[in-house]
């Protein structure tokens, strides 16, 4: 494996393939729009309706099922802030700059600017923002944001590293084998993208029941 790095040509190429390290998942939707997104549905419209019939003849004690959408409404709005609070913190976290060797010198770019099959320097504080593999050296990383376990792990000459997880001692270059929405970390900040937008409440469906 040859550690001279890609060619501007090489880099260019890849470009153009496509095979570059952005396309990470957005996460930045307001609050407001979260708040909006979950109050203004089809069946809060409905019983909101249904409300104010039921107010109109003073038929107070049918009421009892606004408790109920409420508190689904506020659990529906409370679970997706704190999920998209998650995922802006995973995005916040990778590294603006990585040190890359490209027509056979050393330069700093744009993380984003990186191409599949770039050669990277990691060193200890460094975050890891695209699978990659070491070519050369040894370090000790920590996966505690993409497991949730502590441990440091070592790894050496052909071991496989996760995009996310932070070098903690040691230095190595590596090979960037996966980048942008391919790499791991894209595609675990996608899916809890997808759970945050999941299947509605116990307590909606037991209500969509009631109403076929």
């Not at 419209?45 to 009421?63: D, K, M, P, T």
């Not at 659990?75 to 490209?102: C, F, N």
């Amino acid at each position: 494996m040859s550690l001279k790095g890609l060619t501007s040509l090489e880099v260019e190429e890849r470009i153009r393939q496509g095979k570059i390290n952005k396309n990470l998942a957005e996460t930045d939707r307001p609050v407001w729009e979260i708040v909006k997104r979950n109050t203004f549905t089809f069946f809060n419209l409905i019983f909101a309706v249904i409300a104010v019939l039921i107010s109109l003849v003073q038929a107070w004690n049918q009421l009892i099922f606004l408790p109920i959408i409420v508190i689904n409404t506020v659990v529906g709005i409370y679970q997706e802030i704190r999920a998209k609070r998650y995922l802006d913190e995973m995005t916040l976290l990778h590294a603006p700059q990585s040190t890359v060797i490209r027509n056979r010198k050393q330069e700093k770019i744009a993380s984003d600017d990186l191409v599949e099959e770039d050669i990277i320097i990691l060193k200890t504080g460094n975050q890891i923002v695209a699978d990659a593999r070491i070519v050369e050296g040894s370090i000790f990383v920590n996966e505690s944001l993409l497991t949730g376990e502590a441990d440091e792990i070592e790894k050496n000459v052909d071991d496989k590293l996760l995009s996310g997880s932070f070098v903690v001692s040691g230095e190595a270059r590596v090979i960037l084998e996966k980048v942008g929405k391919d790499s791991y970390i894209s595609k675990l900040t996608e899916q809890a993208k997808l759970v945050s937008h999941g299947e509605d409440s116990e307590m909606l469906r037991a209500l969509n029941k009631l109403l076929k």
